[in-house]
């Protein structure tokens, strides 16, 4: 007879349809340490059927849109920090493409937007970021800045889409059809593809500014009015990078 050692290695090296089998073949075992093991097992299916169903449900704009062939996705992080770029991301992703746990990045931990950054990048068909910095916000306005960080994402992509779905916005000075979705990042799987890619990027970025500027804690306030974030700026002044137009109350 096999320990439940054996039969757990078993069923965790075998694929969902495997595991099925195994777990009729043990069902029948009645030490309790099997029973659970099967429970186990059983529930970590039924969350993982529940999960593609969620991302399946994402994929509605995508699937209403599906005469398109290139479906790109739209979003930026960084309107509302004091310090540190607007950053957009768009990506578009194959029609077959299924990527769990993906979600609007702010649902996300940081380790399983990481991790999701990595598989989103080896899946896309294209990936395109732009940058608008500080200075660029303060001389055009966050909402003009928004607007030219998504461009220049559009133009780095290495493939031309034939849809926009965006996140809210239409981008002015863009020929390419827009669909604006509100709430686009929790409903749609390019948008929070592009919602990750843009997150992922600023929030790198700003741990590289904070090993320059480290008494502002851009590190973990990402450039947001953190109260620490706010009483250095009060007690030193503001960084290089920081947005004038952003401040004026705090100096």
């Known amino acids: 007879m096999k320990t439940i050692t054996d039969i757990k290695n078993e069923i965790e090296s075998a694929d969902m349809l495997?595991?099925?089998?195994?777990?009729?073949?043990?069902?029948?075992?009645?030490?309790?340490?099997?029973?659970?093991?099967?429970q186990k097992f059983v529930k970590e299916k039924e969350a993982l059927q529940k999960e593609i169903a969620r991302v399946e449900t994402m994929k509605r704009y995508e699937m209403e849109h599906q005469s398109y062939q290139y479906i790109c996705g739209i979003d930026e992080v960084g309107r509302g920090p004091l310090a540190g770029p607007v950053v957009a991301g768009a990506v578009i992703l194959p029609k077959d493409a299924c990527i769990l746990y993906i979600?609007?990045?702010k649902q996300l931990s940081e380790k399983k937007?990481?991790?999701?950054?990595?598989?989103?990048?080896?899946?896309?068909?294209?990936?395109?970021?732009?940058i608008v910095s500080p200075s660029d916000i303060d001389e055009i306005n966050i909402l003009q800045a928004t607007y030219e960080a998504m461009r220049i994402a559009i133009?780095?992509?290495?493939?031309t889409p034939d849809l926009?779905?965006?996140?809210?916005?239409?981008?002015?000075?863009?020929?390419?059809?827009?669909?604006?979705?509100?709430?686009?990042?929790a409903k749609s799987v390019s948008i929070a593809a592009a919602s990750i890619i843009?997150?992922?990027?600023?929030?790198?970025m700003m741990g590289e500014y904070h090993k320059l500027f480290p008494a502002f804690g851009f590190d973990h306030n990402k450039g947001y009015g953190s109260a620490a974030h706010i009483e250095a700026l009060k007690r030193i002044g503001p960084s290089p990078i920081h947005r004038t137009s952003f401040i004026t109350n705090f100096i």
């Open 103 to 105: 979600n609007d990045s």
């Open 113 to 130: 937007r990481e991790l999701l950054y990595d598989e989103i990048m080896e899946k896309a068909i294209a990936v395109g970021i732009g």
């Open 18 to 38: 495997e595991r099925d089998i195994m777990i009729q073949k043990y069902r029948d075992d009645e030490r309790a340490g099997v029973k659970k093991l099967l």
């Open 198 to 204: 843009a997150k992922v990027t600023r929030d790198r």
């Open 164 to 185: 926009l779905l965006n996140d809210a916005v239409t981008i002015p000075k863009v020929t390419i059809k827009q669909v604006p979705i509100i709430k686009g990042d």
């Open 155 to 159: 133009s780095k992509l290495s493939v």
